[in-house]
Nanobody, 125 residues
């Protein structure tokens, strides 16, 4: 199993970024997928999750609702996170994660995710 994130970079406050996570080795359409973020001296925070095709639910942290959108492209086995109106407090390492199946409904409890990427750094100044 591999999850490879990309798209992180330095951006000005108010700007936008789109993160991607290309996956392999998982049953993509049947898995709940999520984005988490972590600042070095803090715990990992759930940002957004999207459940399997059969469930279709999404969930967002209150801090990103209305600004971030999680989506998936089953044809490309790729998870996305569109981030708009970025704030300095969004600065973190962003990780994608995959559960072994659907969670019904989508949620971001890190212990429920089995596979993790290496992360991509987002810096907002």
């Amino acid at each position: 199993v591999q999850l490879v994130e990309s798209g992180g970079e330095s951006v000005q406050a108010g700007g936008s970024l789109k993160l991607s996570c290309v996956t392999s080795g998982i049953t993509f359409g049947a898995s709940c997928l999520a984005w988490f973020r972590q600042v070095s001296d803090k715990g990992r925070e759930g940002v957004a999750a999207i459940d399997s095709d059969s469930d279709g639910s999404t969930s967002y942290a209150d801090s990103v609702k209305g600004r971030f959108t999680i989506s998936r492209d089953n044809a490309k086995n790729t998870l996305y996170l569109q981030m708009n109106s970025l704030k300095p407090e969004d600065t973190a390492m962003y990780y994608c994660a995959a559960a072994m199946g659907e969670l019904g409904p989508a949620r971001t409890n890190s212990y429920e995710y089995n596979y993790w990427g290496q992360g991509t750094q987002v810096t907002v100044s």
